[in-house]
């Protein structure tokens, strides 16, 4: 499994952006599927994870302001940012797990800031 993740760039708080993450393969149905971000410093972080089960969790932080979706292929995973603040400015990186194991894409960077 590889992972391309796409779609940082910079805004101004209160802005929105879309992340893309493409699959080599439709690998939904059996992998739980999330984001994870990053600041200097700091522990990596669950963002947002959609389980291959169904179900959709997220981060107290960004509850109501994010939200995670697929395409109908089941290889493309979508986080749709909205109110941004600058406490999300990071590095964005997408995750695929099954039985423990981790899949990462590279890092996409995002940057709120006025």
């Known amino acids: 499994v590889q992972l391309q993740a796409s779609g940082g760039g910079l805004v101004q708080p209160g802005g929105s952006l879309r992340l893309s993450c493409a699959a080599s393969?439709?690998?939904?149905?059996?992998?739980?599927m999330g984001w994870y971000r990053q600041t200097p410093g700091k522990e990596r972080e669950l963002v947002a994870v959609i389980l291959s089960v169904g179900s959709t969790h997220y981060a107290d932080s960004v509850k109501g302001r994010f939200t995670l979706s697929t395409d109908s292929a089941g290889n493309t995973l979508y986080l749709q940012m909205n109110s941004l603040k600058p406490e999300d400015t990071a590095v964005y990186y997408c995750?695929?797990?099954?039985?423990?194991?981790?899949?990462w894409g590279q890092g996409t960077l995002v940057t709120v800031s006025s």
């Open positions: 995750n695929a797990r099954r039985f423990g194991a981790d899949v």
């Open positions: 393969g439709s690998i939904f149905s059996r992998y739980d």
